[in-house]
């Protein structure tokens, strides 16, 4: 609102302010996220070389700091090869659709208190909208591959991406039971200042250790990469992928699990609110702190891609529709009830 009003100062009219706050909006968004995305992908890297007791990237930059921007321009520079008998438009379109996917969610994110693209009183239901279309990405790659092998892997990771869509779906229902909103900043303002009224802390506990395992498995991450597991399925939906549409794919599928840090962040653990509402802890602005509640959810989720072994597909499916999508429900009626009760 602050550049929609300095806009209207210098006799723009509010449309055309509004549209071009909107747009800067929206772009610096882009362009701190992706950078972000750069380095915590080398951090990933850094954790996992860590646990097993090697450097990790070391060479490009100081500290292999720059590796991931090596590695960017490695794909942009490099052909885009398309297999003969492919489907060339639905081929290309796969990673770019999964991409942008990856980046409209972020529009009802917000990083602090009024900084958000589009504060919409159902932000939680955009969110999960958006998420369940990005499956479409995935089926129309392992389609338009015209190979068995890639379309077999796209069927597995969407068979897994709904399954755990529902356990997610009935997460969010036990948090918009006790915030009382679908907007995703009044479910954080819902929470109180202090780290002891946050959703963590309390009956809600149970329902972020579901919502983290399933945004693994939602998101492809091991234990539950089996999308991507090279010794089952030759690298899954993207075999036939390289250069820039692989890339794509990559940075959509990091993109969702920042998007799944940020949230675990901001449902569970009070998004951009300091542990104690004391100075200077409350001086720091809350960006800062949902970024570093993102990086804490981010190298726990590079921990477990270094420590824990792969399900099988059978195992996957069965803690999915058998474990989670039970206790989750089980959870919404308790729930439910202490919230009528009490």
Same mark, same amino acid.
């Given at each position: 609102m602050f550049l929609v009003d300095l806009l209207q100062?210098?006799?723009?009219p509010y449309g055309v302010a509004w549209l071009i706050s909107q747009g800067a909006g929206i772009l610096l968004l882009s362009v701190v996220l992706l950078v972000m995305l750069a380095?915590?992908?080398?951090?990933?890297?850094k954790v996992w070389a860590a646990v097993q007791m090697r450097r990790g990237p070391n060479v490009v930059g100081a500290f292999g700091l720059l590796q991931s921007f090596a590695d960017f321009i490695k794909f942009v520079l490099k052909e885009v090869v398309i297999p003969a008998g492919a489907n060339k438009g639905v081929f290309l379109m796969a990673p770019l659709i999964a991409f942008t996917l990856a980046m409209a969610a972020?529009?009802?994110?917000? *990083?602090?208190? =009024?900084? !958000?693209?589009?504060d919409i009183n159902v932000g939680?239901?955009? @969110?999960?909208?958006?998420?369940?279309?990005?499956?479409?990405?995935?089926?129309?790659?392992?389609?338009?591959?015209n190979s068995k092998y890639a379309f077999l892997g796209s069927l597995r990771s969407a068979a897994q991406m709904v399954?755990?869509? *529902?356990?997610? =779906?009935? !997460?969010?229902?036990?948090?918009?039971?006790?915030?009382?909103? @679908?907007?995703?900043?009044?479910i954080v303002r819902a929470q109180g200042p202090n780290f002891w009224q946050w959703n963590v802390v309390g009956p809600l506990f149970p329902m972020f250790v579901l919502f983290f395992i399933s945004a693994l498995a939602e998101t492809n991450?091991?234990?539950f990469d089996l999308p991507e597991a090279e010794s089952e399925l030759v690298a899954?939906?993207?075999?036939?992928?390289?250069?820039?549409?692989?890339?794509?794919f990559m940075v959509g599928e990091y993109m969702n699990i920042v998007l799944m840090c940020a949230m675990m962040s901001i449902l569970f653990f009070g998004g951009w609110l300091p542990p104690i509402n004391v100075w200077p802890l409350n001086a720091i602005p809350g960006v800062l702190w949902l970024t570093a509640k993102v990086w804490f959810f981010f190298f726990l989720f590079a921990m477990v891609k270094a420590i824990v072994p792969r399900y099988r597909y059978d195992q996957l499916m069965r803690l999915g529709w058998k474990v989670l999508i039970p206790v989750a429900i089980a959870n919404v009626v308790v729930t439910g009830i202490m919230k009528v009760l009490f």
């Open positions: 100062s210098w006799g723009l380095f915590l992908l080398l951090f990933d890297r972020w529009a009802v994110v917000p *990083v602090g208190p =009024g900084w !958000v693209i589009a939680i239901l955009y @969110l999960f909208a958006i998420s369940s279309l990005g499956v479409y990405g995935i089926i129309m790659g392992g389609w338009a591959s399954s755990y869509e *529902v356990s997610i =779906g009935f !997460v969010l229902i036990t948090v918009l039971l006790v915030a009382g909103s @679908l907007n995703i900043s009044d991450r091991p234990p899954g939906f993207m075999v036939e992928y390289s250069s820039t549409p692989y890339l794509l």
